[in-house]
T-cell receptor, first 113, second 113 residues
Framework: QQQVKQSPQSLIVQKGGISIINCAYE??????FPWYQQFPGKGPALLIA?????SEKKEGRFTISFNKSAKQFSLHIMDSQPGDSATYFC????????????FGQGTTLQVKP | ETGVTQSPTHLIKTRGQQVTLRCSSQ?????VSWYQQALGQGPQFIFQ???????GRGNFPPRFSGLQFPNYSSELNVNALELDDSALYLC????????????FGNGTRLTVT
């Protein structure tokens, strides 16, 4: 009940294409869903986050789609660039505390030039 | 605005030893959370400190302990090190416990031999 399941484990996309990463959760008490980007040797950096009262949030080339009834959310990266090549993590909080996050297993994205 | 800084960046210890990792929170932040990230995995929540007290703990044994100081810097202490403790330890700070995104440092890579 405390898990966040992320797929795919790895993804290869051509430059200019759309990258899509999916996450699913079981605990309906989760109320905050961030996405983090991590480059090798660096800590995770917050990309975008959403709360379950909205179905979509867009910031630049990054969009979160949220389906509350299906308990799923996804990250779309439009016009993917080689600089987007990194590991992406979805996460959710098990309480109303945004400092306590349960992370997915991660997706390694490679954008080919 | 100074980000989250962690020290040391790398550390090698022997099984059974004790280790202390340090974190300086981002300016204006009053919560600190610690995470353990094994190779190829998502970060796992260890515990959070708020107002110098532990404010929630993940599934980690008592040999993992911490401190938060009045200047909001923090320490993670691990006693009786085991080989499985080898991981990247991430510190993250936030402004309050609700509706405040986590900002991560670049971590301390701990190797236990």
């Amino acid at each position: 009940q405390q898990q966040v399941k992320q797929s795919p484990q790895s993804l290869i996309v051509q430059k200019g294409g759309i990258s899509i990463i999916n996450c699913a959760y079981e605990n309906t008490a989760f109320d905050y869903f961030p996405w983090y980007q991590q480059f090798p040797g660096k800590g995770p950096a917050l990309l975008i986050a959403i709360r379950p009262d909205v179905s979509e949030k867009k910031e630049g080339r990054f969009t979160i789609s949220f389906n509350k009834s299906a308990k799923q959310f996804s990250l779309h990266i439009m016009d993917s660039q080689p600089g987007d090549s990194a590991t992406y993590f979805c996460a959710a909080n098990p309480s109303s505390n945004t400092g306590k996050l349960i992370f997915g297993q991660g997706t390694t994205l490679q954008v080919k030039p | 605005e100074t980000g989250v800084t962690q020290s040391p960046t790398h550390l090698i210890k022997t099984r059974g030893q004790q280790v202390t990792l340090r974190c300086s929170s981002q300016s204006g932040h009053n919560t600190v959370s610690w995470y353990q990230q094994a190779l190829g995995q998502g970060p796992q929540f260890i515990f959070q400190y708020y107002r110098e007290e532990e404010n929630g703990r993940g599934n980690f044994p008592p040999r993992f302990s911490g401190l938060q100081f009045p200047n909001y810097s923090s320490e993670l202490n691990v006693n009786a090190l085991e080989l499985d403790d080898s991981a990247l330890y991430l510190c993250a700070s936030g402004r309050g416990t609700y509706n405040s995104p986590l900002h991560f440092g670049n971590g301390t890579r701990l190797t236990v031999t």
